[in-house]
């Protein structure tokens, strides 16, 4: 019989743990921090790039593994366990997803679409409404391509499909959309579970915490699944049994969901 429970949190940022305009979460730091000083591991799992999230970890003084650009990599598992490796590349590389794009897209569906990449700072900034700084660590994509589709939701779904056929997907997040590859947040996080799982003795209980469509799957796959309320996103077609829902946005209730998945368990 495993003795031990281990406790993995798998955690959107933006909108669910971080407030979705100030990117700040002080409010519950004292809170997350304590959390980690029990032993709970929280991976966050983002469509934030790896220079993002390891400025994330430097800037708050930690140390966690995280998964980068919607389920495209992950990293630093071996925060969890020694025999873990510290990079474990899913995705193709931008350059082969971006020929994959040029190829199967039409001119007049390319008409539609922004990409984030090619705008001046300035744009970028108001877009992603991060500061400069942050800036040059967002832009540093490895494995998926930012835009904005500027057409009708049926012209996107149809662009959808189309990338789809081509071995590629779309991940809608807060502000932005990003063509991937054939990745998503839950794949990674069923990856980087399934190789803490070969190295940990204990007993893995998860809980998943997201705001938004791209998160719904990975929050599925846990345990405790959890729902940070966020007021452009309509939550009422998902359909998860034990879904634990905030009535707070964030970073309040990223704590709140929390505490009340940790009181199941
Ligand atoms: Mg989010």
């Known amino acids: 019989m495993k003795q ?12 669910s743990l971080l407030d ?11 809170y997350f921090r304590e959390l980690i000083s ?3 591991k929280i991976i966050p799992n983002s469509s934030k790039t790896e220079a993002e999230l390891l400025d994330f970890n430097e800037q708050n003084n930690l140390d966690l593994s995280f998964i980068a650009e919607n389920g495209s990599s992950i990293h630093r598992l071996n925060k969890i366990h020694q025999n873990l490796p ?24 390319k008409n539609k679409i922004t990409h984030i ?13 991060l500061p400069l700084d942050k800036i040059k660590l967002a832009i540093k994509r490895n494995h998926s391509i930012p835009i904005k589709f500027n057409g009708t ?9 189309i990338l789809k056929n081509s071995g590629l997907t779309i991940q809608t997040g807060g502000r932005i959309i990003n063509v991937c590859d054939n990745v998503n947040k839950s794949k990674a996080m069923s990856r980087a579970l399934q190789l803490i799982r070969k190295q940990l003795d204990d007993e893995i ?23 940070v309320k966020n007021e452009n ?10 879904l634990i829902k905030s009535d707070e946005p964030s970073p309040k209730g990223w704590s709140d969901v929390i505490k009340t998945a940790l009181q199941k368990i």
Request: proline share 1%; charged share 35%; hydrophobic share 35%.
């Open 233 to 242: 996103f309509d939550s009422s077609l998902i359909n998860i049994d034990n």
């Open 153 to 161: 939701e049926s012209e996107k779904n149809e662009f959808t499909k």
């Open 205 to 227: 209980i998860t809980i998943g915490v997201g705001d938004n469509e791209n998160d719904i799957e990975m929050i599925k796959q846990t345990d405790y699944p959890c729902l």
């Open 117 to 129: 990449l090619e705008l001046e700072i300035e744009k970028q900034q108001k877009i992603l409404g």
């Open 20 to 30: 979705k305009d100030t990117f700040e979460f002080n409010e519950i730091e004292d």
């Open 4 to 15: 031990k429970k281990q406790i993995i949190i798998f955690t959107d940022l933006d909108g």
């Open 86 to 109: 510290d990079k474990i590349i899913i995705s193709r590389t931008i350059d082969e997803i971006r020929n994959i794009y040029e190829e199967n897209i039409s001119l007049d569906f």
């Open 38 to 40: 029990k032993g709970i």
